[in-house]
């Protein structure tokens, strides 16, 4: 009865909270019938004029009464205006700016279309670029050009997303070369990473040295670090908002290009045209291809001592995305992303005699992959209702299998031993969500909306078969954790509010629930942003959020391996939540240089870690709450930056002061330590001159202190330990001589020690010739042009000593990218 009585309360605690998230709804509306009543509304879709690609975030004004606003995530604008004559101007950076003037008599639909500004000298875009930014009142985001992203020098020639956001204030990459990218002191885990709407679980290609997001395919890439609106959550630390491409409606056009590692094709195109379109993307690696003729050399050499030995990895990724326009008020998306690595070792050797037969066969096979969809529908309701529903589809795989197979016979004796291991983890979500945009007049925006998430996680499952000759070794059995469902649901409501000219602000309030296995927890978490002018190129801004997260990625890894296991929040696994608070300056110097300041602090709670001497198969025999533990976080820092956005040379240069920690009770005696990717400084300088039309250099400067990393406390460390004792590439770093080593392997404290300070650069040309029907492309570079010996990894050596006799314990630096050149070339037709 008690049971009973307290699960009654929770569902009238519930039903309460949903009636009034509802009243608030239909209060809404009701305030939209009347104030919009008051006003002419001019609405319409802002689309680029060769292709037919809706423009997000145009700015729209009237150059009479200065009222303005900008596009949202599908081109769709409403502007009210009194009646009256009316001067329409819209501008986009990069396009040039269109005027339309009428006489505003009625609610008028007006679909606009820009061109391209084609010019090479400077394109100054009064209301776009680092003036938008003085007037938003969203703080902490920044927003990625696709052809900077493209121009920039990377490892390989492998255009990377990832890669790039490693690069801005706030950000901090992973080890040596990989896509992995922690935000203001967050986890992997909390970064909300969405394509076209539907999250990522894993962003890494390779092991972690590229990134799943073909850039040919993408049309805009936005990063929000803090003040999140409230139509965001579900994670702590950051957004990353990566929008496809919707398909040229006008002409059949496409690119490809040939690297060193990898090729790809993009195609797109009108089915009917200004009514469908359609665009396919595809890449794939080719490592495994190259290797073949120097595996078969060595085997036709060496087959008769070790057997036969194939091995490779490769990965391959696919973009799809279907555009059509129903009517004038309806239009439908379909999009889809298909990804999977595949590394695979196998080793055959066989022997025949006279008397005697022996057969070994070794398969081992490693792959993971991403796949999601999106089903959309965009309305227009009404002059200032737009609303976006969207049907969604994500599944993240990991499978490890091991495969050996022995067979032995001698004159009448036979044996025989045949294994199969499996291994895998997954996470599965099926998601419906839907958007609502109502400019209720030109001092309020109200977005608002909800969506429903069902997860099933399989944390980790193990499937083991033996057939043998021997009595008693046979078995099929399976371990592990699988089919889990979680369900997540959550309703926000959030207004953009003009109080006058200079104060602007973003006031919401973003309510969450989670149901697992008998569990509900819910979370209400408000949202405020703020923006005051100082004057009309200086603003000062602030913002204040919670956030609360009831997925949680297990990690005992560092480099990108896709080892890493999504778990549920459960009975005894509370869900994490944090609240960070920032405030900055944004600056528009000459409508040319965009100038930010900002500050933060972020606290988070309920975080989550394996326990010492634990791990991700750990999973297959022990419960999810046995082998995790629980604990906090601080993390807090200043960041700077100045971009320049337009122009022949374009670039930033960021820089960020931080600090990050965690406290375990369960982990280093319960003592606070460093994060592992806490790095007092981080700095780069990134840039891009087009010399000529067909000429562009690019460079990246990248510096960042060293990585934290553990060492047994007992293991004394001299005062010259960070000093190079050796000019040889490995960098050694030793240790006292009369150091000894604990047989217990104790250590005080987690990640007591740091990796020497990174630094690097990287250098690119971009040769572009027009030729007849297509533009070419030559891309050369280098990644870390100065050879560098940045530490990948640290690890325990000995050096020996001819003269004495004696070995000595030192650490050893292992570089793996010390130079590494590229070239691409690719065709734009």
């Given at each position: 009865?008690p049971?009973?009585?307290?699960?009654?309360?929770?569902?009238?605690?519930?039903?309460t909270?949903?009636?009034?998230?509802?009243?608030?709804?239909?209060?809404?509306?009701?305030?939209?019938?009347?104030?919009?009543?008051?006003?002419?509304?001019?609405?319409?879709?802002?689309s680029?004029?060769?292709?037919?690609?809706?423009?997000?975030?145009?700015?729209?004004?009237?150059?009479?009464?200065?009222?303005?606003?900008?596009?949202?995530?599908?081109?769709?604008?409403?502007?009210?205006?009194?009646?009256?004559?009316?001067?329409?101007?819209?501008?986009?950076?990069?396009?040039?700016?269109?005027?339309?003037?009428?006489?505003?008599?009625?609610?008028?639909?007006?679909?606009?279309?820009?061109?391209q500004n084609?010019?090479?000298?400077?394109?100054?875009?009064?209301?776009?670029?680092?003036?938008?930014?003085?007037?938003?009142?969203?703080?902490?985001?920044?927003?990625?050009?696709?052809?900077?992203?493209?121009?920039?020098?990377?490892?390989?020639?492998?255009?990377?997303?990832?890669?790039?956001?490693?690069?801005?204030?706030?950000?901090?990459?992973?080890?040596?070369?990989?896509?992995?990218?922690?935000?203001?002191?967050?986890?992997?885990?909390q970064?909300?990473?969405?394509?076209?709407?539907?999250?990522?679980?894993?962003?890494?290609?390779?092991?972690?040295?590229?990134?799943?997001?073909?850039?040919?395919?993408?049309?805009?890439?936005t990063?929000?670090?803090?003040?999140?609106?409230?139509?965001?959550?579900g994670?702590?630390?950051?957004?990353?908002?990566?929008?496809?491409?919707?398909?040229?409606?006008?002409?059949?056009?496409?690119?490809?290009?040939?690297?060193?590692?990898?090729?790809?094709?993009?195609?797109?195109?009108?089915?009917?045209?200004?009514?469908?379109?359609?665009?396919?993307?595809?890449?794939?690696t080719?490592?495994?291809?190259?290797?073949?003729?120097?595996?078969?050399?060595?085997?036709?050499?060496?087959?008769?001592?070790?057997?036969?030995?194939?091995?490779?990895?490769?990965?391959?990724?696919?973009?799809?995305?279907?555009?059509?326009?129903?009517?004038s008020?309806?239009?439908?998306?379909l999009?889809?992303?298909?990804?999977?690595?595949?590394?695979?070792?196998?080793?055959?050797?066989?022997?025949?005699?006279?008397?005697?037969y022996?057969?070994?066969?070794?398969?081992?096979g490693?792959?993971?992959?991403?796949?999601?969809?999106?089903?959309?529908?965009?309305?227009?309701?009404?002059?200032?209702l737009?609303?976006?529903?969207?049907?969604?589809?994500?599944?993240?795989?990991?499978?490890?299998?091991?495969?050996?197979?022995?067979?032995?016979?001698?004159?009448?004796?036979?044996?025989?031993?045949?294994l199969?291991?499996?291994?895998?983890?997954?996470?599965?979500?099926?998601?419906?969500?839907?958007?609502?945009?109502?400019?209720?007049n030109?001092?309020?925006?109200?977005?608002?909306?909800?969506?429903y998430?069902?997860?099933?996680?399989s944390?980790?499952?193990g499937?083991?078969?033996?057939?043998?000759?021997?009595?008693?070794?046979?078995?099929?059995?399976?371990?592990?954790?699988?089919?889990?469902?979680?369900?997540?649901?959550?309703?926000?409501?959030?207004?953009?509010?003009?109080?006058?000219?200079?104060?602007?602000?973003?006031?919401?309030?973003?309510?969450?629930?989670?149901?697992?296995?008998?569990?509900t927890?819910?979370?209400p978490?408000?949202?405020?942003?703020?923006?005051?002018?100082?004057?009309?190129?200086?603003?000062?801004?602030?913002?204040?959020?919670?956030?609360?997260?009831?997925?949680?990625?297990?990690?005992?890894?560092?480099?990108?391996?896709?080892?890493?296991?999504?778990?549920?929040?459960?009975?005894i696994?509370?869900?994490?939540?944090?609240w960070?608070?920032?405030?900055?300056?944004?600056?528009?110097?000459?409508?040319?240089?965009?100038?930010?300041?900002?500050?933060?602090?972020?606290?988070?709670?309920?975080?989550?870690?394996?326990?010492?001497?634990?791990?991700?198969?750990?999973?297959?025999?022990e419960?999810?709450?046995?082998?995790?533990?629980?604990?906090?976080?601080?993390?807090y820092?200043?960041?700077f930056?100045?971009?320049?956005?337009?122009?022949?040379?374009?670039?930033?240069?960021?820089?960020?002061?931080?600090?990050?920690?965690?406290?375990?009770?369960?982990?280093?005696?319960?003592?606070?330590f460093?994060?592992?990717?806490?790095?007092?400084?981080?700095?780069?300088?990134?840039?891009?001159?087009d010399?000529?039309?067909?000429?562009?250099?690019?460079?990246?400067?990248?510096?960042?202190?060293?990585q934290?990393?553990?060492?047994?406390?007992e293991?004394?460390?001299?005062?010259?330990?960070?000093?190079?004792?050796?000019?040889?590439?490995?960098?050694?770093?030793?240790?006292?001589?009369?150091?000894?080593?604990?047989?217990?392997?104790?250590?005080?404290?987690?990640?007591?020690?740091?990796?020497?300070?990174?630094?690097?650069?990287?250098?690119?040309?971009?040769?572009?010739?027009?030729?007849?029907?297509?533009?070419?492309?030559?891309?050369?570079?280098?990644?870390?042009?100065?050879?560098?010996?940045?530490a990948?990894?640290?690890?325990?050596?000995?050096?020996?000593?001819?003269?004495?006799?004696?070995?000595?314990?030192?650490?050893?630096?292992?570089?793996?990218?010390?130079?590494?050149?590229?070239?691409?070339?690719?065709?734009?037709?």
């Open positions: 009865m049971a009973l009585h307290v699960h009654l309360k929770q569902n009238l605690l519930n039903q909270y949903m009636k009034r998230i509802f009243l608030c709804f239909l209060a809404g509306f009701f305030v939209y019938s009347f104030l919009s009543a008051q006003k002419i509304s001019i609405s319409g879709i802002i680029d004029q060769e292709t037919g690609e809706s423009m997000l975030s145009a700015n729209i004004y009237d150059e009479f009464t200065l009222n303005g606003t900008v596009s949202n995530n599908y081109g769709f604008y409403v502007l009210h205006v009194s009646k009256g004559p009316v001067k329409l101007v819209c501008s986009y950076i990069g396009y040039n700016s269109k005027i339309v003037e009428f006489k505003a008599t009625h609610d008028t639909v007006i679909n606009l279309s820009l061109s084609l010019q090479i000298e400077e394109v100054v875009v009064t209301d776009k670029g680092p003036q938008q930014t003085v007037q938003s009142t969203q703080m902490s985001q920044i927003e990625l050009k696709v052809a900077d992203i493209k121009s920039a020098p990377v490892l390989l020639g492998e255009v990377d997303i990832i890669k790039t956001l490693q690069l801005m204030p706030g950000v901090q990459g992973g080890t040596e070369g990989s896509s992995g990218f922690f935000v203001r002191g967050g986890a992997p885990d970064n909300l990473i969405l394509l076209d709407g539907v999250p990522v679980y894993n962003v890494n290609h390779l092991f972690g040295f590229f990134s799943v997001f073909n850039a040919d395919a993408v049309k805009n890439v990063l929000i670090k803090g003040g999140f609106p409230a139509r965001y959550g994670r702590l630390s950051s957004v990353v908002d990566i929008r496809l491409k919707e398909g040229n409606m006008k002409n059949w056009e496409g690119e490809g290009s040939i690297g060193l590692l990898s090729s790809k094709l993009t195609v797109e195109g009108p089915i009917k045209k200004d009514t469908s379109s359609i665009l396919i993307s595809g890449r794939r080719y490592y495994d291809i190259l290797t073949y003729p120097f595996q078969a050399l060595y085997n036709k050499s060496y087959a008769g001592e070790m057997g036969k030995i194939r091995f490779g990895a490769f990965f391959y990724d696919l973009n799809l995305k279907y555009n059509h326009i129903l009517s008020k309806d239009r439908i998306y999009s889809a992303y298909l990804g999977k690595d595949k590394f695979y070792l196998r080793n055959k050797y066989k022997y025949e005699g006279e008397d005697e022996n057969n070994y066969d070794t398969d081992f490693l792959g993971w992959g991403n796949i999601t969809t999106a089903l959309r529908w965009n309305h227009i309701h009404s002059q200032s737009f609303s976006n529903l969207a049907a969604t589809f994500s599944d993240y795989t990991f499978l490890t299998e091991v495969k050996d197979k022995y067979e032995y016979k001698y004159e009448e004796e036979y044996s025989f031993f045949d199969e291991v499996e291994y895998y983890s997954r996470i599965r979500d099926f998601g419906l969500k839907y958007d609502f945009d109502l400019p209720v030109n001092n309020n925006y109200v977005r608002y909306g909800m969506n998430t069902l997860h099933t996680f944390p980790g499952v499937a083991f078969r033996e057939d043998s000759d021997v009595e008693g070794w046979d078995f099929d059995t399976t371990v592990g954790i699988k089919n889990i469902p979680g369900n997540e649901f959550y309703v926000y409501l959030e207004d953009d509010i003009t109080f006058s000219r200079r104060l602007k602000a973003n006031v919401g309030g973003h309510f969450s629930m989670f149901f697992i296995k008998g569990k927890y819910y979370s978490e408000p949202r405020a942003s703020a923006r005051f002018l100082i004057t009309d190129k200086l603003s000062l801004k602030g913002s204040y959020v919670w956030m609360t997260q009831y997925i949680n990625l297990l990690t005992n890894s560092t480099i990108g391996l896709p080892t890493d296991l999504w778990v549920p929040s459960t009975k696994l509370l869900p994490q939540k944090s960070q608070t920032a405030t900055g300056l944004a600056y528009n110097l000459n409508n040319k240089y965009e100038i930010t300041v900002e500050g933060y602090y972020k606290e988070m709670e309920n975080l989550v870690e394996f326990k010492e001497g634990s791990g991700f198969f750990s999973l297959g025999f419960s999810l709450d046995d082998i995790t533990t629980q604990g906090v976080g601080k993390s820092g200043a960041e930056m100045v971009q320049k956005s337009s122009g022949s040379f374009r670039g930033w240069l960021s820089y960020t002061l931080s600090k990050s920690n965690r406290k375990f009770e369960e982990i280093s005696y319960g003592r606070v460093p994060f592992t990717y806490d790095r007092r400084h981080n700095m780069a300088i990134v840039g891009s001159y010399i000529n039309p067909n000429f562009n250099f690019s460079f990246s400067w990248t510096y960042y202190t060293g934290a990393f553990t060492l047994p406390d293991k004394s460390i001299s005062a010259s330990y960070f000093e190079r004792l050796s000019s040889d590439i490995s960098g050694d770093y030793w240790y006292n001589d009369d150091s000894e080593y604990p047989s217990d392997g104790y250590f005080e404290t987690r990640n007591n020690y740091r990796m020497p300070d990174y630094h690097r650069l990287d250098i690119g040309v971009n040769l572009k010739k027009n030729l007849q029907r297509a533009e070419r492309t030559w891309s050369f570079g280098a990644y870390n042009a100065y050879f560098r010996p940045n990948f990894i640290i690890y325990e050596g000995y050096d020996y000593s001819p003269l004495t006799g004696e070995s000595k314990s030192v650490l050893k630096q292992l570089s793996i990218f010390p130079f590494v050149p590229y070239f691409r070339y690719s065709l734009k037709f």
